[in-house]
Each structure stands twice: as structure tokens, then as C-alpha cells.
């Protein structure tokens, strides 16, 4: 026989719809708790005691200053109005945080310094304080980082311009790093630039100062003779390979002896200064010397270029001198 179902009469919805909200089986959560958390039943006693005069409404969910019981449904209903109430004052302090005053902000605490950047900094600082460069785990003994870090962060201080990695691995400052730094004091090629113009107009030549990059030399100052009939003229940028000329063997000459320097670089690095003959020009002759000793200063050179011979030899002295005045000024007063 089949089984007949009722359909409850339009009154009967209509009373259930209408009851109140009920509250849970307190009993059988609490103990269901209390012996998932093996909760002691002394306490578990007291946790009862709280919670049945939290739910009759004569205890802090009750309207305060009346022991009257409030009911669930009403609290549960005040419970989800002052949730809605905080986070509506959250979002209006968000939006309005912008016009605070001046006393307004005074009062906040202040930010703590941003770990990353920080730890950049001193990555950076490393570098600058020591031109020859730096390896990653060198830095990472200087600064007390870990290689990790150091990695990552040189890698990104390099990707913008601030670093330059040479071709052994070494972290080098960028010109990012040059250009920040003349921002407060005059550059390198701001101080030597009336010196270089005095070499091109008293010997009739060009002279130069370079910078290294890691697969070139690059010129960042040039000065010409102002009154000579003709003469090499090197525009500020221009590029020579690193392999052949003087000024890659004189920056070589200024970095710490190692063991697979050229005779070229221990002898220009015993001299203080190296000469070449159509290494990068047919014709051309140079001289080049070095701004660093060891390694204590910027890995840079000053350059003179002529087609004349005589006019390098004679200008040799003044070379080495300008480039002693240029370390003078990267080390400023001691």
C-alpha cells in the first residue's frame, strides 16, 4: 500500500514561519568541546554556568544596566548590527585618513623601517666604499646577510642601474649610483674637466677620462684643443674594447695586483702610467694613468691622444698628475 503524504494547511506555515528563532543544544555542543579538548569537568562546569546565563539574558548579553533577558533572536540580530557598525567606522577612517591634520597625523605611531631597504642599502654602501668591487659572499661578510639576500638584492640594485656586475662576478657601482652622488657634490668629471682641457689646448691633443663597464671602456669627460689645425676627437660616450689600448690596461694597472695581470698591467702598475701605438686607432698614440692604487679609489683612468708622439711623451707627467688630483678628490679630506 502506498504511503500518503499530507500537504501542512497555509495556517500551519504560517505559525511555524512565524515562531522564534531557537538556540542550539548548548548541552551537547559544550560536551561534544569538552571531550574533543579533554577539558577538566571542574571547568567544564563553570564554562556551563556562563554560558546558561548567557543565553537567558542575565549575563553580559543582556541590555546593560537590566537583568531582563533579551532574546536569541534579537541578539543574534545586535551581534550582526555592531559588526556592520565597526567596519562602516573602519571604512570611514579609511577614506577619510587623507584630510587628518597636521596634529592628527602627529599622534600616529610612527612606521617601522622597511627591513628590504634597509638591507639594500648596506648592500649598496658595501660596494660604493669599495670601487674594485665586490662578490656576493664578500658582501654578505661585510653586511652580515645571508648570500641569499645579498644575491637578490645586488641583482636588483644592478637591474636599475645603481650596480654593474663585472665580468668575474664582482658587484661594481652603477651609474645610477655616480649620478646620485654628484647630486651633492660636484662629479668626477665636473672637478677633472677644466685639468683635461688644459692637457688638449698646451699639448695639442684630446684627453679623456674613462670609466670601465663589463664589456668596455666608456669615455664620461672629453676635451679637445681650441686652437690646433686638427686632432683626434673622442665625443663623451664613446666606447673601446677592453682587450687592447691604454686606458683598459691602465684601469687594470689600478686594481690590486693578481695573478693573471698582463706584463702590460704589472709594468704600467710599476710606472704609474702605460702608452700604446695604433692599438684602437691606426696611427694614434696614447697615454693612460690610472686613478686607483689597489684598488682604493674608483676604477677610472685619465687618457691623452695624439698622432704625434712627441706630444704624448711631453704630456705624460701632466697625465699622471691629473690623475693624482682626480684620486685626491675621490678621497677626499683625511
Request: with cysteine; hydrophobic share 40%; proline share 8%.
Amino acid at each position: 500500500m502506498a504511503k500518503q503524504t499530507s500537504t501542512p494547511a497555509a495556517s500551519e506555515v504560517s505559525i511555524k514561519a512565524s515562531a522564534p528563532v531557537r538556540p542550539p543544544d548548548r548541552f551537547a555542543c559544550q560536551t561534544v568541546v569538552a571531550w574533543v579538548m579533554d577539558i577538566p569537568p571542574c571547568t567544564m562546569r563553570t564554562i556551563r554556568a556562563y554560558s546558561a546565563q548567557h543565553w537567558r539574558g542575565t549575563a553580559p548579553a543582556s541590555t546593560p544596566g537590566s537583568n531582563k533577558p533579551v532574546p536569541y533572536a534579537e541578539r543574534v540580530s545586535a551581534t550582526g548590527k555592531a559588526v556592520g557598525g565597526v567596519r562602516a567606522e573602519a571604512a570611514n577612517d579609511a577614506e577619510g585618513g587623507a584630510g587628518d591634520g597636521p596634529e592628527e597625523k602627529a599622534k600616529r605611531p610612527s612606521q617601522p623601517p622597511s627591513q628590504t631597504l634597509v638591507r639594500g642599502l648596506a648592500v649598496l654602501r658595501a660596494v660604493a666604499h669599495q670601487p674594485r668591487g665586490l662578490t656576493v659572499a664578500e658582501i654578505a661578510a661585510r653586511t652580515g646577510l645571508h648570500r641569499t639576500v645579498v644575491h637578490r638584492l645586488a641583482g636588483t640594485l644592478a637591474a636599475e642601474g645603481f650596480l654593474a656586475k663585472s665580468a668575474d662576478g664582482a658587484y661594481v657601482p652603477g651609474g645610477e649610483l655616480h649620478t646620485l652622488a654628484g647630486t651633492s657634490r660636484p662629479t668626477l668629471a665636473e672637478f677633472i674637466q677644466p685639468l683635461l682641457q688644459q692637457l688638449a689646448d698646451r699639448y695639442g691633443g684630446t684627453a679623456i677620462l674613462f670609466f670601465p663597464e663589463p664589456d668596455c671602456v666608456v669615455a664620461v669627460a672629453t676635451a679637445v684643443p681650441q686652437d690646433a689645425d686638427y686632432h683626434l676627437a673622442y665625443r663623451k660616450g664613446s666606447r673601446q674594447p677592453l682587450d687592447r689600448g691604454a686606458a683598459p690596461c691602465a684601469i687594470r694597472a689600478g686594481r690590486a695586483p693578481a695573478d693573471d695581470d698582463s706584463d702590460a698591467v704589472r709594468e704600467a702598475r710599476r710606472r704609474g702610467w702605460v702608452a700604446s701605438h695604433g692599438a684602437v686607432e691606426p696611427g694614434a698614440h696614447a697615454v693612460a694613468a690610472p686613478l686607483a692604487r689597489d684598488g682604493d679609489v674608483l676604477d677610472a683612468c685619465v687618457m691623452f691622444v695624439s698622432h704625434r708622439q712627441d706630444r704624448v711623451d711631453e704630456a705624460t707627467p701632466e697625465v699622471v698628475s691629473a690623475a693624482r688630483a682626480a684620486r685626491a678628490f675621490l678621497l677626499g679630506p683625511r
